[in-house]
């Protein structure tokens, strides 16, 4: 899939997307069933470790709850529906006071997530994140409520300014809930705004009005929106980048295709946004892949903004609208693209005075600075997967490579990820990947961090792994001699 076409897909078929990547997710768990019952065969001999721990620490959690609810029963505070002191305590959990089961029903976002039987919808994920001043990162959340069809982070601020105006205006998610089920979310949100003062209802309710359409449009609108509009929504600010030649052309139409896979990188960055791992092309070609934490990828994605047009404090005056018009900025990005097609860009970063901001990310200069054909190493996709959830399954790259395949359960795989992370924030990453290809996992991780005995054994297995996938190659050899 070309970077253009993988742009495409998220702006035209985001729920198609999340589906298979679902899909990838459930074969490549399958997969990984299979090889560990073959290597299950085929291990060498190790201890047994028992679970009891664990099921200390589970004892330990109801415990301390119970004493909680205990503790918190014999003082007054203050209701979290009118804000009366009261004894009540939640009759769900027992931790929070509710002075009647009218004031319980009308529970804060906050306690919902809190309480122990509360049933949460997404309307609760989406007022918990209005709460937060967080862009929802729900998939459910963001297709239920309009987010998924705004892919600039402009529109979803304002899209969350909205929600958080009808937060403000007293609607609970119950409601919002409601709204949302009976199909008729945008009509509710007009009527509400529409019972304030014209002066008072903000510069979020306008903007929405005038753009319902794209946001909530028609039933049978739906598909004509998602493959027309949405993309030249999505376009559209970042077209100041290119030359005024450029600039009526379909993104798909530019050439040569590293300015086309600029420019839709480009398009993302000044949008106070970066690639995630799922849209592999720009993830991997501008270096996300080598960050070791989200907060080393906003760090590299603020570096690009600041390469690309110069001033970071610039977007935020860009937030209504008002594109510049100069064509310095174009002269700029053409030579971001230049650097980028050279394979130049650390040393472009350097050159614009960035060395110490780029420096600060461990292994990108290791990793940008290497021949294309050897970043499809391993250790990068490792990388990626130590940012992840703990229930997410490994890429079957580096599934039994690095001893994935060995853990009997998530809280083993979590210790095994941990350690990883431990290890390449002190250690090299090319280094990492040559110790695990000659299987020397253990000797190298030894050099940086203690290891318990069972991981030990983990990465000890990668040696006996080599060994027998060696021994399995001469074999074959022999048999073909």
């Known amino acids: 899939m070309t970077l253009a076409s993988g742009i495409t897909t998220v702006t035209s078929e985001t729920m198609s997307l999340e ?5 990838k997710q459930q074969q490549q768990a399958e997969e990984q069933g299979m090889l560990s019952r073959y290597f299950d065969l085929q ?10 721990p664990d099921q200390i620490n589970d004892s330990l959690d109801s415990t301390v709850l119970q004493q909680a609810q205990s503790e918190t029963a014999h003082y007054q505070d203050e209701c979290g529906g009118c804000s009366r002191l009261t004894y009540r305590q939640c009759s769900r959990c027992g931790l929070d006071r509710f002075c009647s089961h009218a004031c319980e029903e009308r529970m804060s976002p906050i306690h919902k997530f809190t309480c122990s039987n509360g049933a949460l919808t997404t309307a609760d994920y989406l007022m918990s994140d209005c709460i937060g001043d967080k862009i929802p990162k729900d998939p459910d ?22 929600y958080k105006g009808l937060m403000y205006l ?19 949100i007009i009527e509400t705004f529409e019972r304030l003062p014209p002066r008072s209802r903000g510069g979020y309710f306008p903007w929405f009005v005038e753009n319902r359409p794209l946001i909530f449009p028609p039933v049978p609108q739906i598909h004509a929106v998602t493959d027309n509009d949405i993309s030249e929504h999505y376009y559209k600010p970042a077209k100041f980048l290119l030359e005024p030649r450029d600039r009526l052309k379909p993104v798909k139409s530019l050439e040569p295709s590293t300015k086309r896979d600029c420019f839709i ?22 270096g996300f892949c080598a960050c070791r934490n989200e907060a080393e990828e906003s760090t590299l994605g603020v570096l690009y ?17 008002d594109m510049p018009t100069s064509d310095a900025y174009a002269a700029r990005f053409s030579d971001f693209c230049q650097a980028f097609e050279n394979q130049d860009l650390i040393q472009f970063m350097d050159n614009n005075g960035m060395k110490q901001q780029r420096s600060s990310i461990r292994h990108l200069e ?21 940012k992840s959830g703990d229930a997410e399954c490994p890429p079957t790259e580096i599934f039994v490579s690095f001893g994935f395949v060995r853990c009997a359960d998530l809280r083993v795989r979590s ?3 941990q350690l990883y992370a431990s290890i390449l924030a002190l250690a090299d990453a090319v280094a990492l990947q040559e110790a695990q290809a000659t299987g020397r996992l253990l000797q190298f991780a030894e050099q940086y961090v203690e290891i318990s005995p069972d991981l030990a054994e983990i990465l000890k297995w990668n040696h006996w792994l080599r060994r027998s996938l060696a021994n399995l190659y001469v074999s074959s050899d022999r048999k073909d001699l």
């Open 19 to 23: 589906y298979r990547l679902a899909r």
């Open 43 to 52: 291990k060498p001999e190790t201890p047994e470790y028992t679970t009891e």
């Open 141 to 162: 959340v963001l297709a239920d409520f309009g987010f998924q069809r705004l892919l600039t982070f402009p529109d979803q601020s304002k899209l969350l300014g909205l």
């Open 170 to 188: 007293d609607v609970q998610a119950e409601e919002l809930h409601k709204w949302r089920i009976s199909g008729r979310l945008a009509d509710r």
């Open 265 to 286: 990188f480009a398009a993302l960055i000044i949008q106070s946004q970066h690639p995630s791992p799922e849209l592999h092309g720009p993830y991997y070609d501008f």
């Open 305 to 321: 903004q600041q390469l690309i047009v110069g001033d970071i404090h610039q977007p935020q005056r860009w937030y209504w609208g």
């Open 366 to 386: 290791t990793y940008l600075n290497a021949p294309k054909e050897t970043r499809h190493s391993p250790v990068w996709k490792l990388l990626t997967f130590l």
């Open 415 to 417: 210790r095994l990820k």
